[in-house]
């Protein structure tokens, strides 16, 4: 695995004090830590004909040639590199150091990680530990796919620009016109303009936060069927006045879905393919819903809070726009790289230039959205990025444009929220000089009986049972985006570490914890 940490203890070590490294373990570049695992040197190591060349460090050598290589040569990590890549070893659990990431992993039980480094444009460092299912021994490598949740709609937003740099689509024209098998509904007579800009950019004021998906075996609706609330969330339909203000929609997502179809007459996975996953290198993602059964078996299961695998592994997503990506922190990696390329102007880029920094700026003064991406604040360096979960699965992506400084964290645990903001997330913002992530970062459900004023919320069986009052309880399933959804009382409910957060036709109340 190119760019693998590989750890040497001191049993490697000969009487001199130094390391013999076996050229079959050395990797194009590699960052290899040597020594002791209470002391550990990290080292660089590249040949002549893959990178720069580096001064021979005295304490480390070579045990054989380089097999028709060049030879290898050796510098000293950088205090910012040690510090970077020691912070997420996942090669020795250790006793002492600001993280243990397998500790990390145990006491969140999330069961496997898959993680991304950019640096400069490029992709730095990939890094894999745990399981792919718990209480298996199928690791999880580079190429072990996750449910992404709403970083689905990121590339999904791309997919949607590269229609309107070919003047197939225009960010700004009535989306009802280019509709064939579903329409935004008339409310009361009166028709509401909807433009792909406000879908893109959540202004819409649209209905349905998030989707809890279709366990598996159980029936899956269409496209249309899911903008009509046949399946489990309510009808798509406008709930305020588009353009007023921000109201986070994976239903609009799922419009964006049946607007691309019926423009282009293709099935979405197969024009996601075409117009972003294939020309991105994003070989092993795919939006297919359900996963193929010859892609089952790269899939890593989502787990539940014990950690419980989700029964059958996954759900199903038929919104494929606002949740259905199956891809690899790699795979996102590449993809946000190719978005950075693009706001900077890069020959053969994705996207043309203008279209890319409208992408990157706020669509709207009250949000941190722009177009399918979480921004930070203005006063900040420009940063993107996206957080998604679905069923048993947390997500992460982020990068810095100027400096191309970022990383993409998958995990397979529903805690693996708490291991990315509370473990992760600092350490690379330290390393990376970042200010705070872009968007709010929810918390996960109360594990026990929790009162947040007339709410009182009650974990039951991987739902929350949430009793408002003298009202019968509500029976919540979570859905991406970090929410929990009653379809009945069309009510979305989001948790901070101190509040729960409440989302009735766009309007958010929020209640703090008794």
């Not at 390391?19 to 040949?47: E, K, L, N």
């Not at 640096?119 to 209480?135: K, L, M, N, P, S």
């Not at 303009?193 to 893109?200: D, G, Q, Y």
């Amino acid at each position: 695995m190119k760019g693998a940490v590989r750890r040497f203890d001191h049993e490697r070590t000969d009487s001199s004090g130094r390391v013999s490294v076996d050229p079959a373990d050395v990797q194009d570049p590699s960052f290899i830590s040597i020594g002791p695992a209470s002391s550990p040197v990290t080292v660089i190591v590249t040949s002549e004909n893959s990178g720069p060349l580096f001064l021979a460090a005295s304490e480390v050598h070579t045990s054989a040639a380089m097999h028709g290589r060049d030879r290898v040569q050796w510098r000293p990590a950088t205090t910012e590199e040690a510090t970077m890549f020691d912070r997420l070893d996942v090669g020795l659990p250790r006793s002492s150091g600001p993280v243990d990431l397998l500790r990390a992993m145990e006491e969140t039980h999330t069961p496997g990680i898959s993680i991304a480094l950019l640096d400069g444009g490029a992709i730095t460092e990939t890094r894999q530990a745990g399981v792919a299912r718990a209480g298996s021994d199928a690791p999880i490598s580079e190429h072990t796919l996750f449910q992404a949740g709403s970083i689905s709609k990121s590339v999904a937003a791309a997919c949607a620009l590269r229609l309107v740099a070919d003047g197939r689509l225009d960010l700004d024209e009535d989306v009802n016109d280019r509709l064939a098998s579903w329409r935004i509904p008339s409310n009361d007579g009166w028709a509401p303009r909807v433009t792909l800009r406000h879908l893109l950019s959540h202004t819409a004021g649209l209905t349905v936060n998030g989707f809890a998906g279709y366990p598996t075996g159980t029936g899956v609706p269409s496209t249309v069927d899911v903008l009509n609330g046949l399946g489990n969330t309510m009808p798509v339909v406008v709930a305020g006045l588009p353009g007023l203000g921000y109201s986070y929609s994976g239903g609009g997502y799922t419009v964006i879905q049946q607007l691309l179809v019926d423009v282009t007459g293709k099935d979405f996975p197969a024009l996601a393919a075409e117009l972003v996953l294939d020309p991105v290198g994003m070989r092993d993602s795919t939006y297919a819903q359900p996963l193929p059964p010859d892609r089952a078996g790269d899939a890593a299961s989502g787990h539940h809070m014990g950690p419980v695998m989700v029964p059958g592994g996954w759900h199903t997503y038929p919104e494929m726009a606002a949740a259905g990506l199956w891809s690899t922190a790699v795979d996102l990696a590449r993809f946000f790289l190719a978005v950075r390329a693009s706001v900077l102007g890069h020959d053969g880029a994705l996207l043309p230039q203008r279209l890319a920094e409208q992408m990157v700026a706020p669509a709207h003064p009250t949000s941190g959205y722009g177009l399918g991406l979480e921004l930070t604040p203005p006063e900040s360096p420009r940063t993107i990025g996206h957080r998604g979960n679905t069923q048993g699965f947390e997500n992460w992506a982020r990068i810095a444009i100027d400096s191309g400084r970022g990383a993409v964290i998958m995990t397979n645990g529903y805690f693996g929220l708490v291991l990315i903001h509370a473990v992760l997330v600092p350490v690379l913002s330290e390393a990376f000089g970042w200010s705070d992530p872009p968007g709010p970062s929810p918390a996960p459900a109360p594990t026990a009986p929790t009162r947040y004023g007339d709410f009182l919320v009650e974990p039951v069986d991987g739902q929350l049972r949430v009793a408002f009052r003298d009202q019968a309880p509500l029976m919540l399933s979570f859905v991406d985006g970090g929410y929990w959804s009653g379809r009945e009382a069309n009510i979305d409910v989001r948790f901070e570490p101190d509040a729960l957060i409440a989302t009735q036709d766009g309007a958010e109340t929020r209640i703090a914890r008794s």
